[in-house]
Every structure is written in C-alpha cells, then in structure tokens.
C-alpha cells in the first residue's frame, strides 16, 4: 500500500522534525506564550499558500481527493493570532526565513503539480492530525489554554478523526500513480518534512539558550 509505503519512507525525517529543541522545549513548558506564538505565526504564512493551492487543486482529477475544504485552517489560525496578539496581530507577524523559503517551495510544486501537492498536504494535515493533537493538549494543559489560541488543532467538521485518516490513507493507496509517480511524491514529501525541520529550527534560533538547553 501506497500509504504505508509513504509513512515508512519518511519516518526518520517525521521524527527529526519532531524532535527540535524548539518543540521539546515547548513540551516541557520552558517557552513563553508568545514564543508559542511564532509557531502560530509561521504556520499561518504556510497555510494561506497550501490552501490557496488547495483551491487551484479542486478542479484536478486527482488533487481534488485531497483539497478536502473542512480542512482548511486559515481561519482558525487567525482566530488563534487575535487571541495571542491582539487586534493588530497581522501587523506583529512575519515569515522567518525558513518559512520564505518553504512557502516558496510550496508556490513551486503544488499549483500544478497534484502529486507535489499531496506530498506537502500529507505532511502538513496528516501530522496535525496526529501529533498535533497531543500538541494541542500539551499546550492547552501549560499555558491554561481552552478553545482560544489552540483552535487550529481543532477540527470540528471532520467528526472521528482516526476515521478520517484512514479515509485518506485509502486515498493514497487508490489513487492512479505510476510507481515512478510515486516515488516522486515520497522524495518531495521529504522535501517536505525537511522544510518544516527547518522552520522549527529558526523558532529554536530566535529563542536561544532555552531551546538549546531542552535538545
């Protein structure tokens, strides 16, 4: 299966990214909650590019199967901004330089490109999916959080969520890739991971002796 193949091919990276002083460091509550914001903030930047694609993938024969719009986490993100940053929050952001460098990549291969497309939507949402919901609860625990600033973990629309993810496993596996293609989506998909790695290490840099101190 298409899937289990895509999950074992990057495991090491999913775990390099999941292991950066800046996440360990926020796990173990040592990051203030404007440090957590910057996470906030640099997701915000990927996302409006990745569902600005999303949209552009609605209309293509096989991206579409994944351009699922109760996904979307734009909107949520926003919400978390302007409980963390107040009312001017657009005006207290910006892209680190990794995330420049990531939301360039995702302009480059996921407009036209729906295999490049499911590479960087498979990292992104499967991984919220999954450890970010233990995120959410840490995060949520550590900072006296509720609904408010922790809404882009939540995904009310979706209903079970295992379900959900095994719906879009069963996707992969059906979808009509060539074995050349997919190999292709394995390798941008650890593209993928790496530009996320990098991100997080940039929030690590900006933080300094803390984050150092968890790795």
């Not at 996470?39 to 209309?59: K, S």
């Not at 293509?60 to 302007?82: H, K, N, Q, S, W």
């Not at 074995?179 to 991971?193: K, S």
């Amino acid at each position: 299966m298409f899937s289990a193949d895509l999950r074992a091919a990057t495991w090491s990276e999913h775990q390099n990214a999941e292991s950066t002083a800046y996440l360990d460091a926020l796990m173990r509550g040592q990051l203030t909650l404007g440090q957590y914001g910057d996470m906030v903030a640099q997701h915000y930047f990927a996302y409006l590019v990745l569902e600005e694609a999303a949209r552009a993938m609605r209309t293509d024969p096989v991206g579409a199967a994944f351009a699922i719009p109760e996904l979307d986490r734009v909107p949520a993100l926003e919400a978390d901004l302007t409980y963390l940053y107040g009312a001017t929050w657009a005006e207290r952001i910006a892209p680190n330089p990794a995330t420049v460098r990531y939301c360039a990549r995702l302009r480059e291969v996921c407009f036209d490109w729906p295999g490049g497309f499911v590479a960087h939507h498979y990292t992104r949402y499967l991984g919220d999916l999954s450890g970010g919901q233990f995120i959410r609860r840490s995060v949520a625990r550590i900072y006296g959080l509720t609904d408010n600033g922790v809404a882009f973990y939540d995904f009310p629309e979706l209903g079970d969520l295992q379900e959900f993810k095994t719906r879009y496993r069963e996707a992969l596996d059906t979808a009509p890739w060539s074995g050349e293609e997919r190999g292709r989506i394995v390798a941008e998909t650890l593209v993928a991971y790496q530009l996320n790695t990098e991100v997080l290490a940039d929030l690590g840099a900006a933080v300094g002796p803390v984050a150092d101190r968890a790795a």
